[in-house]
């Protein structure tokens, strides 16, 4: 460590020590900068998706349920291709007289090549409806051949 | 003729001390900073209505060549519904936040197993999105 002065003139003894404390501004200006930068808020949205094992218990009493299919390009209700503000509106409609939650389920299927970035909007547009949305996933079953 | 010797003190240079504690203070935030996600390539999806979220636990990432990572460390689809709950521990609802941080152009191929084993782990999903530009 260096040895500070303690003798000399006052002044080169003050020049000494503002350089000092600039450094230190400047150390504390760099702490809190990267603190703020750590510090970013990411955005999102919530999403529930009921489990494949409570699906199985509500297909024994299979309600009417309203299935969106999705390709890469295309949206659909229900067979009817349509956009994604028509898909909002339709599904509103389609829900409006079902106060329970369970009967406002809506099947996603979607083609193997579909963009989560369609995904995402279509799903989005869906739970503003007020659906809940429920993914079909293909389940692989070991068959056992004699 | 004698000469009188000066007395040189030697004090520690207490200003200094401050700067260096700051200088190691910010090399270990940069340190921590470094080990985080930010290797991971990745663009998120935009969608209406995304609102902050804040930080959770558990966070899975599917970067722009389709690897999963389950909190910056890479792992396999297949086992990742036994990580995430292993993660989520026995955290009670409303603390098993799970953040998906997807890229936009990941097939559903992927991310729909991905959610469904999430979902699985019983974890509370939250799907890191940018707010749409319209």
Same mark, same amino acid.
């Given at each position: 460590m260096a040895a500070g002065p303690t003798g000399g003139s006052g002044g080169a003894h003050a020049a000494w020590v503002m350089n000092l404390l600039t450094d230190l501004a400047f150390n504390l200006l760099i702490f809190f900068v990267v603190c703020a930068s750590?510090?970013?808020e990411q955005k999102g949205k !919530? +999403?529930? &998706?009921?489990?494949?094992?409570?699906?199985?218990?509500?297909?024994?009493?299979? !309600? +009417?349920? &309203?299935?969106?299919?999705?390709?890469r390009t295309t949206v659909s209700l229900n067979g009817s291709e349509v956009t994604i503000p028509e898909l909002r509106t339709?599904?509103?409609?389609?829900?409006?007289?079902?106060?329970k939650p369970e009967d406002k389920i809506v099947e996603v299927k979607s083609a193997k090549d579909t963009p989560y970035?369609?995904?995402?909007?279509?799903?989005?547009a869906i739970e503003e409806a007020g659906g809940v949305v429920t993914i079909q996933v293909d389940v692989e079953k070991d068959v056992i051949v004699k | 003729m004698k000469f009188k010797r000066r007395k040189l003190e030697i004090v520690p240079p207490f200003v200094s001390m401050a700067d260096i504690v700051f200088n190691l203070v910010l090399f270990f935030l940069i340190l921590a900073k470094m080990q985080d996600e930010s290797q991971i390539q990745w663009e998120p999806a935009q969608a209406a209505g995304a609102r902050p979220v804040a930080k959770a636990k558990v966070s899975v990432t599917v970067d722009k060549d389709n690897?999963?990572?389950?909190?910056a460390k890479q792992v396999g689809l297949m086992n990742l519904t036994d990580l995430v709950a292993k993660e989520l521990g026995d955290?009670?609802?409303g603390e098993r936040t799970v953040l998906l941080k997807i890229h936009k152009d990941t097939?559903?191929?992927t991310f729909e197993d991905l959610i469904a084993?999430?979902?699985?782990?019983?974890?509370?999903?939250?799907?890191?999105v940018e707010e749409e530009r319209q």
């Open positions: 750590s510090a970013q !919530p +999403q529930q &998706v009921p489990s494949t094992q409570s699906e199985t218990k509500q297909t024994d009493t299979k !309600p +009417q349920t &309203v299935e969106v299919a999705m390709t339709k599904v509103a409609a389609l829900l409006a007289n079902k106060p970035s369609v995904w995402i909007r279509v799903t989005g | 690897k999963v990572y389950l909190n955290s009670p609802p097939l559903a191929a084993k999430v979902s699985e782990a019983g974890g509370e999903m939250v799907h890191v």
